[in-house]
């Protein structure tokens, strides 16, 4: 009794959020929904894409409004009109699409948002982000002030889109999704800064989908589900299981059933028939910089060659090699023994790791988006024109084919979930057969039952015969997927052993270090 | 059920799919229809307002401007409707060529310089071509214009596409080169044999387009309805069907849409923008022909009153689409051919028009603003 009494002292409720409800148009986003978050804690929103997490925080940062309901910061009554009326109570948010100005230094983002302090005098931005900067130290980050915003890794984007949110003085910050476009190591740093915050008395909201970071981070978590409450509870109280059974069944379900959260398993493939042989592979970066270094691959048919390894090392351009986007600048790329051309020998399918940036164009209809390829394919022409009814049934197989889930398949692309949206991206790499395949974070964002069906088509083009290439930041999906695997760090490959190799030493490889120099400790 | 390699089994189309297609037709024809009707309403009533602030009596005023456009008073139907068409003529093809380059995500400022030079380069071609066959002239006067907006639009897109140099900036920069080049040629080579002024001679008869209605049909007085319209009409539906029904209108809308996801599809980005460019230049071009051999006759440095900048609002109340731009364009021909009338019959001066078209057109853009603001909040 007393020390529950303490508890409520110490963290009184800082984020009060009451019978929200939202419409975007016809579709109700956010049903009567409630939210409640102590000082100082870690507070996990969870659920699945689309059940109203990233629309409920959006509320709370001043980015929508809602229909209906009352927030209450530190006990007082709130009307939270615009992102900076949210910053006046100290609620900041790190988005999961930085905000920050790819053009920009490090510099000039961080002192952005922060107001003018004399009209006439010499405006430094260094000087402005001194404060900040001085704050990223602290945490252990030593950002750069001079280097331009694009051309870091995103990892260390969203390290500048945190400092910058912590400079504007937040006791709360909202997380969307901060781990999406992290690797292993990035992931366990973040966390350590979550803590830190919270050791300073900085209530942290982390708006996730991954169930063993809520375990490893929260304090409590509440859950949604289509817009819903399903539950809140304190994370030491729960388990990996029950929080899935909430997350896809909602809380009136027979609790026998077993969620499955990565059923999908590898079948052992023939790897002595190479299709795919490269040695000595170089490619340049956007920069003119050795991004990939004389890097030998080997892939055979059907078999799924997973590479791991923290964002940035060079797999964006050994996927966009692969793809036939860039060009490699020596070694040699054989496929079946003649020179490789990526599109015609061998067919290939490319799933980016950018959809809205790489793999559509969300302005379009769903139907244009999925027939990027197909109009440019003989058959689908009549001379200069298309051939509309063709395309037009193509294009509807594909949405009913691949369980796109849409009222209407000529609204633009943008109308979907995030998990609809990379189900055309995958579709449009899948359908046509290709004997390979390069996937580039497949799933990076999207929530299980996605997850899960991108694993499977995956999978089920590997069974086929297709040849692919899993590039992922997530070491899980390398491990559940890949037949082989190796590790790519600062534009070098090593290979790993799915079997045999332990936790240390991917953690070695993924650090940049060689099993040889790292075996001596 | 499995896709067989590279030749996709498709499914027959569902009714509900069939409805979702339509119920799509339907409301692009709605979303097209529905500006067409509010903005002229709207600038009518614009107009109405601009009249009483300058202190002229709109139920006065605007009743002569109706008569020169669709005829009434002491103008004839035909007549007035003839002059609305001719006005609207150059302003279908420059604004096709703003739609074509919006397409592909360009915004090109330029139809004013591609115009201009495709006159100079028809006027260039009769003069040295006296001695053909107007037969053959006619066809190398078109088609060389054509050529030479195309060429004044690529150099925009090849700067663009190789320098990176934004052809908002490149294209009005151009226009000045033109216009000058044109200056330089009606003060010089291609000046008329008296020397009186800066323009060029009168093209002979043989070189002018026909005029389309019989002096009978009109009250005895001769229209200036010429065979350069129907070109200006055909090339509507020509266009239309190029960006909605072929592969190329496909990569322009793609490219205009998101060139990383073209890029990265295998598309050449590249030469679509090239290709954009040059179509919406030759558009422009083949309008400057057809007002010198259809209503002008001769090249001088007053030969364009804007045509080519005109193309903007023009495409914009059009909703960026052909069909859109052809009756926006005659829209404006008859504001223009009205207001001509109105300042010859009551002395009301003509540019009080280009101040309706000028706030329109800031109205319409902060509406598309203000619109793909809201539907971008909608698609959280």
Known sequence: MNSSLLHFSNNPIAISMKGITKHYGSTLALNNVNFECMGGEIHALLGENGAGKSTLMHILAGLSRPDTGEISVNGSVVNLKSPREAREYSIAMVHQHFTLVPAFTVAENLALDLPFKGRFSRYSSRNEASTALAKAAELGWHLDPNAITSSLPVGLQQRVEIVKALSSNASTLIFDEPTAVLSVDEVADLFRVLRTLKSNGTTVILIAHKLAEIMAVADRVTILRKGNNVA?????????????????????????????????????????????????????????????????????????????????????????????????????????????????????????????????????????????????????????????????????????????????????????SGGNQQKIVVARALYRNPDLIVAMNPTRGLDIHATEYVHSRLLEARSRGASIVLFSTDIDEIKLLADRAAIISHGSLTNYDLVKSSDEELGMLLGGMGLESGSGK | MKLAADSPATLPLTPEAKAAEKYNIVKNIVRGIVPLITYPLFSILLMAITLLIFRFNPLKVMPVIWDGAFGGGDIGHINAISETIVKATPLILTGLSIVVAWRAGLFSIGGEGQLLMGALTATAISHLLKWMSSSLVIPLMIVGATAAGALWGGIAGWLRIHRNVQEVISTIMLNYVALYLVGVAVEGPLQEASKNGPYSSLLPNSLLFAHLLPISMTNGIQTRLHGGVLIAVLAVPIIALYLNFTRQGFALKLVGSNIRAANVAHYNVDAIRMRAMLLSGGLCGLAGVVQLMGVSSRLSLEFSPGWGYNAIPVALMGGLTPLGTLLSALFFGALNAGSSNAERMINTPSVIINVVQAVAVMLIVSLRAWKRRASEGNAE
Request: glycine share 10%.
């Open chain 1, 232 to 416: 809140e509870t304190e994370v030491s109280k729960t388990d990996v299981h029950q929080l899935a059974r909430w997350m896809v069944y909602g809380s009136d379900v027979d609790t026998d059933e077993e969620v499955k959260i990565s059923a999908v398993k590898s079948s052992s493939t023939d790897t002595a028939n190479t299709v795919l042989s490269g040695t000595g592979i170089t490619v340049s970066g956007d920069r003119g910089e050795v991004a990939v270094n004389s890097v030998d691959i080997s892939i055979a048919k059907g078999e799924i060659f997973g590479i791991g390894g923290v964002d940035g090392n060079g797999q964006l351009e050994l996927a966009e090699c692969l793809a036939g986007i860039r060009e490699y600048s020596a070694g040699s790329l054989l496929w079946n023994g003649s020179e490789f051309a990526a599109g015609k020998n061998p067919s290939t399918g490319y799933i980016p790791q950018d959809r809205r940036r790489d793999g559509l164009a969300v302005n379009l209809s769903i139907v244009d988006n999925l027939l990027l390829d197909a109009v440019r394919d003989k058959t689908f022409q009549n001379g200069p024109f298309l051939r509309k009814k063709k395309l037009n049934s193509l294009a509807y197989t594909l949405v009913q084919e691949y369980d796109i889930r849409t009222s209407n398949p000529w609204l633009p692309a943008s109308s979907l």
